[in-house]
């Protein structure tokens, strides 16, 4: 089965600066990857999905790259702010698009 | 839409009880998965149903858990008995069509479950 690697335990940067998340994987390159975010006590929500054949797929201050060959996604946050300190889990998918399985996140705490 | 509905939110039970948690998911979706999260171990999957159907029980961890979902709109996760080890986040998430295509999963806020 997938093991999945998640950068550090827990990131801390300054508010403004860019946080980059590295998500990596060891097996089978999935067809989809995707990145949640999880605050405490609550479930996590999913923000940006990429595909095999996408090298990057951004949302407005998100950018996720997805390498096949690393084995590796890098998930990007541009001009932190405090709201963004949170967990984030990268996800991958499996049977086929059936279902994910996560990675075990990075917390990160952007600080003012 | 209000989302996926967990409940209870919390539980606590004693050793040896029989524990139900229910979900109902967002009304359209036709995957529905259950997941357990502890710091040990994170995120792991239990079972997703398709249509109501039980795709993969694979990560059910003995047959102390048994899940079903009789309907679109409900789905249960009966541990009978419990044991401290089971304690830990139980998430219901639903997804519309192969999930992940484009909106990824819809979890509910969870069930602590506490076995004492």
């Known amino acids: 089965s997938q093991k999945i690697e998640q950068n550090s335990e827990a990131l801390n940067i300054q508010e403004g600066k860019t946080a980059t998340l590295t998500c990596n994987y060891t097996n089978y390159s999935p067809a989809y990857l995707q990145w949640y975010r999880q605050d405490p006590g609550r479930g996590p929500v999913f ?66 | 839409d209000a989302g996926v509905i967990q409940s209870p939110r919390h539980e606590v039970t004693e050793m040896g009880q029989e524990v139900t948690l229910r979900c109902k998911p967002i009304s359209g979706h036709n995957s529905l ?63 519309l069509g192969q999930p992940g295509l484009n909106y990824g999963y819809t979890f509910g806020s969870g069930t602590r479950l506490t076995v004492v």
């Open chain 1, 47 to 112: 923000l940006l999905l990429i595909r095999e054949n996408e090298k990057e797929k951004r949302k407005e201050r998100l950018k996720v790259t997805f390498d096949t060959t690393l084995k590796q996604s890098l998930f990007h946050i541009t001009a932190s702010q405090p709201a963004d300190s949170a967990t984030y889990l990268c996800a991958l998918e499996e049977n086929y698009g059936q279902n994910f399985v996560f990675g075990p996140g990075t917390r990160l705490s952007v600080l003012p």
């Open chain 2, 33 to 95: 998965f259950w997941y357990r999260q502890t710091m040990m171990r994170g995120l792991e999957l239990l079972i997703y149903f398709n249509n109501n159907v039980p795709i993969d029980d694979s990560g059910m961890p003995e047959d102390r858990f048994s899940a079903k979902m009789p309907n679109a709109s409900f789905s249960t996760l009966k541990i009978q008995p419990s044991e401290p080890r089971d304690s830990a986040v139980y998430f219901c998430a639903s997804s």
